[in-house]
């Protein structure tokens, strides 16, 4: 065991802090979500991000990123002090973190040069068409229609659950291409502009009240036949290229750690009939419960980045369960503030009672909104059984009536 | 940074599992239950060095960390083994090698399989019953109560304000009395002490605290291996046993509890990682981190034994198959050296949480 990076990262972790201490108070409070939104301040952050490669820190500097050597430890010690520093880390938005590495991957020259580089820089906004009302968990059977005619596609059908699809400017799209094909291989990755006419977008407010996912109606879109990644019908290849990083990275124990640590400091503060919650002993009980759960996490995390840095580490199944566990965790920690806050823990929006500015609630429901997202954590168990313990698939059978 | 088992550890691991299964079978397991004697088998890993794993060099031992023996302690977990480990292998070479007094000769009898020393902690950590000692001019009095390992010939006792004395088990005035527990993969015992001779083994509340700690993650990774091997037999029974002329595996309602057995428990296997390694190296961790990974893996214990003797249905709950030496065997690590609330309180305690 060797829970060090190594002295020769000590000095790159002395640049990262130096930068931090010379430039923290032009960073934006909060990351920003909504890309097309951005304020001016947080394109300069990023801006200036990008040229230091604390972001886009591997993306080839001929389409705009940092273009460092791919270095796990680096990029590590990167997020750890910004965390620690409480500095946003740059722009968010599926755009930077799931279609600029599809098209490091996938895509062709041209896409790379003409998409990559507005992207991280906060200049094109995009959205991610892949759910369906009729395709879920089986995203696989998802029918929204794509025919070519002469030059262009002509894209017809409805997806949900596209956040940000009322400010991006551009979609990328699961579309089936090959009806005739089996339901992996008719699929068609695509990319189109949010304004070509034919594009409804209907807001759709989840339970935290909140509208940032929508239902995405697509009448007769027609999209130039180039703006395909991949080959026709690969479009499920192409999509799962990076799918399986988006669910490692939901409820980081980072993150998990430091709202534990912010249950805990509450409970030292708040009371109840004059006694601090931490003096009560179920509560601290069930405190002293999260916490063990959180570190064995961690630790969990910490045996995943072993992995990538030693070969012959196998993390397989450690890698697996973090999603499920880690958003399980993770819900249970924002309940339990609001558990420890009684009525006052039902306090919501305007409410001048709230406390830390209402997000235990509103975690609590996003994390459940986890659970289900990104794969549902009873999908996630049948990816554990099966491709964990090597357990058979449940067999297929006729549509009931 | 390398978070994992080394390639030594790994062929450590394998030298002992080998051992076990080719020596410990469920048979050797129920006949333990049986006549009481585990001598065969300990003889076999002391043969591999195990009883030397803590002892330093100085002392002619291996001079091995605590990960190290964490490993062989899931092992044996796996194997629902009998064996002194905890007590000889681990609590009171920890405790001898700390003493200011010279144990060299004790240690050289252990590290050979010659001796076997147990351990009687139960007062300290939570006192029961009328149980409890104290020592008077050399001579001790009163009485321990689920001590363990029957077949010791010396124990280690802890009275509550944590000093440690050595007690040989032939002493005249000490009275050992089997006590029947669920666990039938371990013998427990009552010792009466009637003014029988004793030696203060220490009165550094840091020497008993650190045969404690120590003492704590053996036993949750003791439930480590005991749980793994409760998901695998699971697996491979749901993989076998047909129902509505499937395997059982192939439904989800199954799959779903293996997931989330397997789910619970391997995050487990860095946290004894971290925790054993915590225990060598992280000195300002280490307590805390202890009382945790036994308190968390007692909790992820009791769910897997108890789902998995769900997976297998009707025949989980016979002697038959034999399931319930593991259920039993992690329900007892739970127990001992302090039970989940208590422990997670101590926690909070260590961590400034309580006054």
Not at chain 1, 161 to 175: K, P, R
Not at chain 1, 258 to 275: F, I, Y
Not at chain 1, 292 to 316: C, V, W, Y
């Amino acid at each position: 065991m060797d829970l060090s990076f190594g002295s020769e990262y000590d000095g790159f972790r002395e640049e990262v802090k130096t930068f931090l201490k010379n430039n923290h108070d032009k960073a934006p409070s909060g990351r920003v979500i909504g890309e097309s939104q951005a304020a001016q301040q947080s394109l300069d952050w990023q801006k200036l991000l990008i040229e230091n490669g604390y972001t886009c820190r591997t993306i080839p500097k001929e389409y705009g990123g940092y273009g460092a050597e791919p270095n796990i430890i680096e990029t590590r010690i990167i997020a750890e002090e910004f965390a620690s520093a409480k500095v946003s880390q740059g722009l968010g938005g599926q755009g930077i973190s799931m279609l600029t590495p599809t098209l490091l991957e996938m895509g062709t020259e041209e896409q790379r040069q003409q998409f990559i580089r507005p992207t991280i820089y906060g200049e094109m906004s995009w959205c991610q068409g892949y759910s369906e009302p009729g395709a879920g968990s089986d995203l696989a059977s998802l029918t929204t229609a794509a025919v070519l005619d002469g030059d262009e596609w002509v894209v017809n059908g409805q997806k949900i659950w596209t956040s940000s699809a009322h400010i991006a400017d551009w979609i990328f799209c699961l579309v089936r291409t090959e009806p005739e094909a089996p339901k992996h291989q008719g699929i068609s990755f695509l990319l189109f502009r949010m304004d070509t006419p034919g594009i409804e977008v209907r807001p759709l407010v989840d339970m935290t009240g909140v509208a940032n996912f929508n239902e995405t109606f697509f009448t007769d879109v027609r999209v130039p036949k180039d703006q395909i990644v991949g080959a026709r019908g690969q479009g499920w290849q192409v999509a799962n290229t990076i799918l399986g990083h988006e669910r490692e990275t939901l409820a980081t124990s980072s993150m998990t750690l430091s709202r534990l640590n912010a249950v805990k400091d509450m409970m030292k503060q708040e009371t109840v009939s004059g006694e601090r919650l931490i003096d009560n002993p179920a509560y601290r009980d069930r405190l002293m419960k999260l916490q063990g759960r959180e570190m064995a996490m961690r630790f969990n995390e910490m045996r995943i980045l072993s992995s990538r840095l030693n070969e012959g580490q196998d993390a397989t199944l450690a890698r697996m369960i973090t999603k499920l566990q880690g958003t399980e965790l993770r819900h249970e920690v924002e309940g339990m503030a609001i558990d420890i806050l009684g009525e006052i823990g039902l306090a919501y929006e305007d409410n001048p009672y709230l406390r830390g500015a209402g997000s235990w609630q509103s975690q609590y429901m996003y994390y459940l909104g986890l659970i289900i997202g990104g794969g549902t954590n009873q999908i996630q168990k049948n990816i554990i059984s099966e491709r964990g313990l090597g357990m058979p698939k449940e067999p297929k059978f006729e549509k009931s009536k | 940074m390398q978070f994992g088992l080394s390639e030594e550890q790994v062929l450590l691991q394998d030298n002992v599992n080998r051992f076990l299964s080719d020596n410990v079978p469920l048979e050797r397991v129920r006949k333990y239950a049986e006549d009481g004697s585990d001598a065969d088998i300990w003889q076999g890993l002391t043969e591999l060095g195990i009883p030397a794993l803590l002892i330093p060099e100085e002392h002619g031992g291996l001079g091995m960390t605590p990960m190290d023996a964490a490993i062989v302690a899931e092992s044996i977990g796996y194997h629902v083994a009998p064996s002194p480990f905890l007590g000889s292998a681990i609590m009171a070479p920890v405790a001898l090698s700390r003493s200011d007094n010279d144990y060299s000769e004790l240690l050289g009898q252990i590290i050979e399989g010659k001796t076997r020393i147990g351990i009687a902690y139960g007062e300290s950590v939570g006192n029961r019953n009328d149980a409890g000692v104290s020592l008077d001019n050399g001579k001790i009095n009163g009485k321990s109560i689920f001590a363990f390992d029957s077949e010791a010939n010396h124990y280690l006792v802890a009275d509550k304000t944590k000093n440690l004395y050595l007690i040989n088990a032939d002493e005249e005035g000490l009275i050992r009395k089997e006590l029947t527990t669920v666990d039938k993969t371990r013998k427990t015992v009552e010792l009466v002490y009637q003014g029988a001779k004793a030696e203060l083994v220490s009165s550094n509340s840091t020497v008993y605290d650190a045969t404690l700690d120590i003492g704590r993650v053996m036993l949750a990774a003791d439930t480590l291996g005991a749980a793994q091997n409760m998901i695998d037999q699971s697996v491979a029974y749901a993989m076998q046993r047909e129902q509505f002329n499937r395997v059982i595996a192939s439904f989800q309602a199954v799959k779903h509890m293996c997931a989330q057995m397997a789910a619970d428990l391997e995050p487990c296997r860095s946290l004894i990682w971290f925790a054993s390694h915590a225990l060598a190296e992280l000195p300002d961790e280490s307590r805390v981190t202890a009382c945790h990974t036994k308190a968390h893996l007692s909790e992820v214990g009791k769910s897997v034994s108890k789902t998995a003797t769900e997976v297998h249905g009707g025949m989980g709950f016979t002697d038959l198959l034999g399931l319930h030496y593991w259920f039993k065997r992690i329900g007892a690590n739970r127990q001992w050296l302090g039970a989940p609330e208590l422990v997670r309180e101590e926690a909070a305690k260590l961590e400034g949480l309580v006054a």
